[in-house]
C-alpha cells in the first residue's frame, strides 16, 4: 500500500512524475513480454510510439488539444478506424468527448456506433475488453454499425488518472476482425492510464484558467462598483444642492438670505467636487515619477511646516524625533510630500474634538536598505474590523471622506519601492509608518 501511494504522490505532483511513472510501467511490460517477442519487433517499435506521445500529451495543456493528440495516435498506432472518447458513463447517458476516424471524417452519431453495454461494464468494472469479432458478441446487437457492416473489431479501456475514472477509450475497426489482440488491448489499457493523467492535468488547468478569469472579472466589477459608489457620494450630493440653488435662482436672486446661502455653498460644493475629481484623478493617473537625492528629514520638515497654522489653531502637541545623518533617498520629492500630507491630515482629523492631542513624527533608519517616518497620533485610532481594509481605495469612516487618501499613498509609497503600514497604539491612537529604500542602496 505504501509503495502505491508513495507512487501516486509522484504522479500526482505534475507531468513530469507522471512521465517517470509512464515510462516505469512500460518499461516493465516491456521486460515481461521480452521473453516471447523478437528484439526489435513490431510490439517494441509500438511501445516506443506510445512512450513518445505519452511524452507529447504530457507536453500539452488544454483539454481539446490533448484529447485530439491522444485519439489521432491511437488511430495511426494501432491501426484503428475510429477512436471515441467519452466521459464517466453515470446512469444511462453517454456523453462523448470526442469522436474521431482515421480519415478525418467527422462520426455524425457516435452514440449509434458504439456499444453503451460495453462502456457501462468498462466503466464499472475498471477492466478493459475486447471484441475480436462484434458480429458474434451480444453485447453489440444494438450497434447500427456492426449490424450494418459483416466485420468489426474493438477494445475499450477506461481512462484513469491516479486510480479516478474519468471516462473511456473506444477504439474500433470495421473493415476487420482481430484487428485487437490481448496484446494491443494491454498496450492501450496502460497508454489509457498515462494519458488520464495528462487529461486530468489538462482539465485543472483549464478549471484553473477559468477561475482565474472570474475572479479577474469579478474585481473588476468590484473596483468598478467602487467607482460608482464614490461617484455617487463625492459627485451626485454637491451637484444635488448646487441643481437645488441653481432651479430657485432666478425666482429668488432679490432675497438677501438666498444669495448669501448661493454665495457660501456653490463655491464650497464645486470646491468639493474638483477635490473629488483631482484626488481620482491622481489615484488612477499613471504619473510618472521624477526621481532626485533627496533629504528625508528636509522633506518632512517642510511638509509640516505647511500645517503648521492648522497645528497651532487646533492646539495639537507636535514632537519631533529625527535622527541625525539619515541617509538620503531616491524619490519624486512632491509625491513623497503628498503622502506625508494625506497621513499628517488623517491624524489631525483624527485628533478633531479631542482632548489629547499629541502628534509625534519620527524620522529614523530602518536598516542598512531603508528609512522611515512614522506618524503617531492620539485620535481615536482605527476600528479593528477596518485596519486591513483602510488601504483600499474609497474606503472611508468620514462623514466627508473620499477614502482616496491612504489608497494613494500606498500607491506612491509602493511605486518608490517601499512599504507603509498601519496599527493602533496601545495607548490610544494611530501610527503610520513609511519605509523607503535608500539611495543607492
Ligand atoms: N490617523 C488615523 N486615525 C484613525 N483612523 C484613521 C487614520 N487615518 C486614516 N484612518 C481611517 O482610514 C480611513 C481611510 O483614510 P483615507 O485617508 O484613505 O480616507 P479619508 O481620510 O476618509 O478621505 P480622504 O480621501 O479625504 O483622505 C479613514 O476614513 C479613517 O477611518
Ligand atoms: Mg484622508
Not at 3 to 27: H, K, Q, V
Request: with cysteine; proline share 4%; aromatic share 4%.
Amino acid at each position: 500500500v505504501n509503495t502505491d501511494r508513495a507512487r501516486e504522490n509522484r504522479g500526482a505532483t505534475g507531468g513530469g512524475n507522471s512521465l517517470e511513472r509512464a515510462r516505469e510501467d512500460l518499461y516493465e511490460m516491456e521486460e515481461t513480454l521480452r521473453g516471447g517477442v523478437r528484439e526489435d519487433s513490431r510490439e517494441q517499435q509500438t511501445l516506443r510510439k506510445l512512450l513518445e506521445v505519452v511524452e507529447q500529451v504530457n507536453a500539452e495543456l488544454g483539454v481539446e488539444r490533448v484529447l485530439r493528440l491522444i485519439a489521432s495516435r491511437i488511430i495511426e498506432i494501432f491501426e484503428a478506424e475510429r477512436v471515441f472518447i467519452t466521459d464517466v458513463a453515470e446512469g444511462e447517458s453517454i456523453r462523448f468527448c470526442l469522436a474521431a476516424s482515421f480519415n478525418g471524417q467527422t462520426v455524425e452519431h457516435p452514440e449509434n456506433e458504439v456499444s453503451h453495454t460495453v462502456i457501462h461494464e468498462v466503466a464499472r468494472s475498471r477492466k478493459p475488453t475486447l471484441a475480436a469479432d462484434a458480429l458474434s458478441d451480444p453485447r453489440f446487437a444494438e450497434v447500427s454499425s456492426v449490424r450494418s457492416l459483416r466485420l468489426h473489431s474493438v477494445m475499450v479501456a477506461p481512462l484513469l488518472a491516479r486510480g479516478e475514472l474519468l471516462g473511456v477509450v473506444y477504439v474500433d475497426n470495421r473493415m476487420l476482425s482481430g484487428a485487437f489482440t490481448p496484446w494491443t488491448l494491454s498496450l492501450l489499457s496502460v497508454f489509457a492510464n498515462q494519458v488520464g493523467i495528462a487529461l486530468r492535468n489538462a482539465q485543472l488547468f483549464d478549471e484553473l484558467n477559468t477561475a482565474r478569469t472570474e475572479l479577474a472579472l469579478s474585481e473588476r466589477l468590484r473596483a468598478i462598483g467602487q467607482v460608482a459608489a464614490f461617484v455617487a457620494h463625492e459627485v451626485k450630493n454637491p451637484l444635488g444642492s448646487i441643481r437645488i440653488l441653481s432651479n430657485a435662482l432666478e425666482e429668488k436672486w432679490t432675497d438677501p438670505e438666498f444669495r448669501a446661502r448661493f454665495l457660501e455653498v456653490v463655491p464650497r460644493e464645486v470646491a468639493r467636487l474638483d477635490k473629488a475629481v483631482q484626488e481620482l484623478l491622481d489615484y488612477a493617473r499613471p504619473t510618472p515619477l521624477i526621481k532626485v537625492r533627496l533629504d528625508l528629514v528636509k522633506l518632512v520638515e517642510s511638509t509640516l511646516r505647511l500645517y503648521d497654522p492648522q497645528i497651532l489653531e487646533a492646539r495639537v502637541q507636535l514632537r519631533r524625533d529625527f535622527q541625525r545623518g539619515v541617509p538620503g533617498i531616491l524619490a519624486d520629492g512632491e509625491r513623497i510630500r503628498e503622502v506625508l500630507a494625506n497621513l499628517l491630515r488623517n491624524s489631525l482629523e483624527a485628533m478633531a474634538g479631542r482632548t489629547t492631542k499629541e502628534l509625534k513624527v519620527t524620522v529614523a533608519s530602518l536598516s542598512q536598505t531603508q528609512v522611515g517616518v512614522t506618524i503617531e497620533d492620539t485620535g481615536a485610532g482605527i476600528p479593528e474590523t477596518e485596519i486591513k481594509r483602510i488601504f483600499e481605495p474609497f474606503r472611508s469612516l468620514k462623514e466627508s471622506g473620499s477614502g482616496i487618501g491612504l489608497a494613494l499613498c500606498q500607491k506612491v509609497v509602493r511605486e518608490h519601492g517601499g512599504h507603509i503600514t498601519a496599527e493602533n497604539i496601545p495607548s490610544g491612537g494611530a501610527r503610520f509608518c513609511v519605509s523607503l529604500p535608500i539611495a543607492g542602496a
